[in-house]
C-alpha cells in the first residue's frame, strides 16, 4: 500500500497560488499581445497593399481609346517590404477584360459590389493571401467606364510580425513575473516566520506549560489564531489544575478517615463486647458517614469545576433551583425537624448559567446553614437591579470574623465544625460563582446571617 503524500506546506500552498494568479495573467497577456500584434500587423501591410494599389491605378493612362497600364517602381518597392511574401496584382478594365498582371492564368476576383477601396480574402497558389481592390472611374472623349486594380500579397509578413510584437511584449512581462514570484516567496517567508517562531517556542516547553503565547508584535491575523489557543490553554490549565487539586484532596483527606476507619475496627474486634465495643462501632459508623460526605463532596467539587468550563451557558431560574432543592427532601436527613422554609416571588430570576452546577452550590450553602447555623432555615431567589440572589438565611449569628475572612477556600474548618463537615461546601459555591461571573455574599441581618450566590441577571428567554 502505497505511503499517503505528506501535505503541503503552507508557504508552497500560498505560492502555488501565486504561481497560479501569475500564470492566468501571463495566458490573458498573451492573448492580448497576440491580437493587438494581429490587428498591428494588418493595419501596416494593409495600407503597404493599398498604397501599392494606388500607386498602380494612378499610373494607368488613356491611349487611343484604350487603357494602358505604366506600373510604377514605387508599388513594387512598397510591395518588396514583404520579400517572403508572395504578391499578386492585376488591372481589369470595363467587363473584366484583362490589362495587365502578374499571371493572366491566375485569376482573383474581388467580391462583388461596393466602390472605392476593399480588402477581401482569398487563396493565392494554395496559400491564404489579403487583397484590395481599388477603382479608378474614367469619363473622357474616347473612353469612359471603370478601371480596377487588385493587389495582393500572402500572409507570412503579418504572421511573423505579429510573433515578433508579441515576443516583445512578453519578455519584459515574463522577467517582471520572475522577479514577482521570487519577492512574492520572500514576503511569504517573511510573513511566516512568526509561526516558526511559535512552532520553537512550543517545542521548547515542559508538556505541564500552558501559560499563555505573548501576541504583542504578531500580525492581527495571527493574534486571532494565538488568542483561541490561549482560551483553550486556559481552560485545559484550569481542568489540570482541577485534577491536580482532586488528586491531592483526595490523597490528604482520605488518610486521617481510612486510618481512624481501621484503627475503630481494629478496637470493635478486640472489645469482647458491651458498652466498649457498641461505642467503637458508633464511632466506626460515623466515620464512614464522614467518609463518605467527603468522597461525594470531593467528586461533587470535580464535576462542577468541569461543568463549569463545558456545559453550556442556558436560561435558568433561580426560583427554580430553590424550588427544586425543596423538593429533594435532603435537608430530612441533615437536620430532622428543621424548621425549613421557601421565600420566592412571582417574577422570573433569570440568569445564563449551567442549572446542574447552580443546584450544587444552592445545595452545599443549604447543607452548611442547617449543619452550622440555627432554625429556621430559609432559601429564596431574588432580582436586585442588575444582579440575580440565590441565598440561604438561618437565624444565628454567623461565623465570627476571623473565620469569615476564610470562607470559600478548601478544607477551611474551624475549631467548632462537626465531625461530619469536609470545609469544601463552600468553595463548591465560590468556584460556580467564578465561573459565571457572579460572587459569594456573606451578610448578617436583622433575620439572621445570609450567605448568597450573586450573579448577573438575564433577561427571561434570554
Not at 488568542?227 to 486521617?256: C, K, P, W, Y
Not at 435537608?331 to 445564563?352: Q, S, W
Not at 460563582?433 to 446571617?449: H, N, S
Request: charged share 20%; no cysteine.
Amino acid at each position: 500500500m502505497a505511503e499517503p503524500r505528506p501535505p503541503l506546506t503552507l508557504a508552497a500552498r500560498v505560492l502555488g497560488a501565486v504561481l497560479l494568479i501569475l500564470l492566468l495573467g501571463g495566458v490573458l497577456v498573451s492573448g492580448s499581445a497576440w491580437l493587438n500584434g494581429q490587428q498591428a500587423a494588418r493595419q501596416a501591410y494593409d495600407r503597404i497593399l493599398l498604397g501599392a494599389a494606388n500607386d498602380i491605378a494612378e499610373s494607368v493612362r488613356i491611349q487611343a481609346g484604350t487603357p494602358i497600364a505604366d506600373l510604377p517602381v514605387s508599388a513594387f518597392q512598397l510591395l518588396a517590404q514583404a520579400p517572403e511574401d508572395r504578391i499578386y496584382y492585376a488591372v481589369h478594365g470595363p467587363g473584366q477584360v484583362f490589362i495587365t498582371g502578374v499571371d493572366p492564368q491566375t485569376e482573383i476576383h474581388a467580391p462583388e459590389g461596393g466602390g472605392g477601396a476593399g480588402y477581401f480574402e482569398a487563396q493565392l497558389n494554395d496559400e491564404p493571401a489579403r487583397f484590395v481592390r481599388v477603382t479608378r472611374r474614367f469619363a473622357e472623349r474616347d473612353f469612359s467606364g471603370p478601371v480596377e486594380v487588385v493587389v495582393g500579397q500572402t500572409l507570412r509578413a503579418r504572421r511573423a510580425m505579429t510573433a515578433d510584437l508579441m515576443l516583445d511584449a512578453l519578455w519584459p512581462m515574463a522577467s517582471a513575473g520572475l522577479v514577482l514570484l521570487v519577492m512574492a516567496w520572500m514576503v511569504i517567508r517573511t510573513a511566516l516566520r512568526p509561526l516558526d517562531a511559535i512552532t520553537a517556542d512550543l517545542a521548547r516547553r515542559d508538556p505541564y506549560d500552558l501559560t499563555p503565547i505573548a501576541t504583542g508584535r504578531l500580525p492581527q491575523e495571527l493574534q486571532v489564531v494565538l488568542g483561541a489557543m490561549n482560551r483553550f490553554m486556559g481552560r485545559l490549565d484550569g481542568q489540570v489544575e482541577a485534577m491536580r487539586n482532586l488528586i491531592s484532596d483526595t490523597a490528604h483527606q482520605l488518610r486521617t478517615p481510612v486510618a481512624a476507619i481501621r484503627v475503630q475496627a481494629e478496637t470493635a474486634i478486640a472489645e469482647p463486647g458491651g458498652d466498649a465495643s457498641r461505642r467503637a462501632l458508633d464511632r466506626l459508623l460515623a466515620r464512614t458517614r464522614s467518609l463518605g460526605t467527603l468522597l461525594d463532596q470531593l467528586l461533587s467539587r470535580a464535576l462542577v469545576v468541569h461543568r463549569t468550563d463545558s456545559a453550556p451557558r442556558l436560561p435558568v431560574d433561580l426560583r427554580e433551583v430553590a424550588l427544586e432543592i425543596m423538593e429533594r427532601d435532603d435537608h430530612a436527613l441533615l437536620a430532622p425537624g428543621t424548621d425549613l422554609r421557601l421565600e420566592i416571588g412571582e417574577d422570573p430570576v433569570m440568569v445564563r448559567a449551567d442549572a446542574f452546577s447552580l443546584g450544587e452550590a444552592a445545595g452545599n450553602l443549604l447543607g452548611n446553614a442547617l449543619r452550622h447555623g440555627t432554625p429556621p432555615v430559609a432559601i429564596g431567589a431574588e432580582r436586585r437591579g442588575g444582579d440575580a440572589i440565590l441565598w440561604v438565611r438561618d437565624a444565628g449569628p454567623g461565623p465570627v470574623p476571623t473565620v469569615m475572612a476564610q470562607l470559600g477556600s478548601r478544607f477551611n474548618r474551624s475549631a467548632g465544625t462537626q465531625e461530619n463537615s469536609t470545609g469544601i461546601g463552600l468553595s463548591i459555591v465560590a468556584s460556580v460563582a467564578a465561573a459565571f461571573g457572579g460572587r459569594v455574599e456573606m451578610t448578617q441581618e436583622e433575620e439572621g446571617f445570609r450567605a448568597a450566590l450573586v450573579l448577573p441577571a438575564a433577561q427571561e428567554g434570554a
